[in-house]
């Protein structure tokens, strides 16, 4: 817990075993370097869980700092991945799924937000948590290596009875996109906490007016008769909307883009200079070629309603 203080700031001390809570790995200057999932799985035992690309720089954050700690003979850090498979249940009907697949997940009290539990069910040890981050609520269930295909298998033959549906990583990016949450484009080793959005309001004044922002990006290009606007697309340009040549550095660049079926329409997060008071405004997407150009709008990073975003 006091490698984590130092890590990610106060208050780790006082998170319960049984629960967890996302972290914001940053250096010294402020620059944001990953998004973390801390659990706790005992009082002196942690897990850490994050995208497979920030693997290799939270392992390296976290070996200088254990290098320079006083009780850094006490402590063991080891990576567990190989140990481990996992599934994501999300959405309005997972709960129900969960009990029919896993009764031994609801004979305990029910879990709470961020909170997880192990037990063991005809064998197959399970470690179970129900999570609420970029895709709504729902559950991520884990269980160790070699038990994986059992799970899944499990899951899609309950899952037959309650319509479920198997989506992998570019949908899960989707709903990301549309809930407004970094990710391993945004966090890039360039962009503050505070340009992200993920610090106090008070803290976004001063030297981080001015710099580059997270945003949420809509097009408005009107479609072309008989066909769609082009989509938008990350490492795209942005540009004032004055109508000048769309030439030169810009204002900014869009991270990450796709197609939001909620809006029937392309989206995009994008990190633009002093975003936040460009929010409402206009400006154009382009391709590094300058073949295509796309009017946006500039919006909060969030897209869908929150309500919306459970669902």
Excluded at 165 to 181: F, H, M, N, P, Y
Aim: charged content about 25%.
């Amino acid at each position: 817990a006091a490698l984590l203080e130092r890590v990610f700031g106060r208050g780790w001390a006082n998170l319960e075993p049984g629960r967890m809570r996302p972290a914001l790995l940053t250096q010294e200057s402020g620059i944001a370097l990953a998004s973390v999932l801390v659990w706790r799985i005992d009082t002196h035992h942690f897990l850490l869980t994050m995208t497979a690309g920030s693997i290799a720089k939270v392992r390296k954050r976290l070996d200088r700092l254990l290098a320079e700690e006083e009780i850094a003979p006490r402590l063991k850090m080891t990576e567990v991945t190989d140990e481990w498979g996992g599934v994501a249940l999300m959405g309005p009907k997972s709960e129900a799924l969960l009990a029919d697949s896993l009764p031994m997940s609801v004979m305990a009290e029910a879990l709470s937000s961020m909170a997880f539990r192990d037990f063991t069910q005809d064998d197959l040890p399970i470690r179970l948590a129900r999570i609420s981050l970029s895709v709504g609520g729902g559950y991520e269930i884990y269980t160790r290596a070699g038990y994986t295909d059992i799970l899944w298998n499990l899951l899609l033959e309950k899952g037959k009875a309650h319509g479920l549906i198997l989506a992998g990583t570019a949908a899960r990016d989707i709903l990301r996109i549309e809930a407004g949450r970094p990710g391993v484009r945004e966090i890039n080793g360039r962009a503050t906490a505070a340009d992200l959005g993920l610090a106090p309001q008070e803290r976004l004044e001063g030297r981080h007016r001015a710099r580059s922002q997270l945003v949420g990006l809509k097009s408005v290009s009107h479609e072309v008769e008989g066909k769609p606007p082009p989509p938008l697309s990350t490492g795209m340009t942005l540009y004032e909307g004055d109508g000048t040549d769309a030439a030169g550095s810009g204002i900014g660049l869009v991270t990450s883009a796709c197609y939001s079926p909620a809006h029937d329409r392309e989206i995009a997060l994008a990190l633009l200079n002093d975003g936040r008071a460009r929010v409402g405004t206009l400006i154009r997407a382009a391709t590094a070629d300058g073949r295509t150009v796309i009017d946006v709008k500039v919006q909060p990073p969030r897209v869908l309603p929150r309500g919306e975003i459970a669902h």
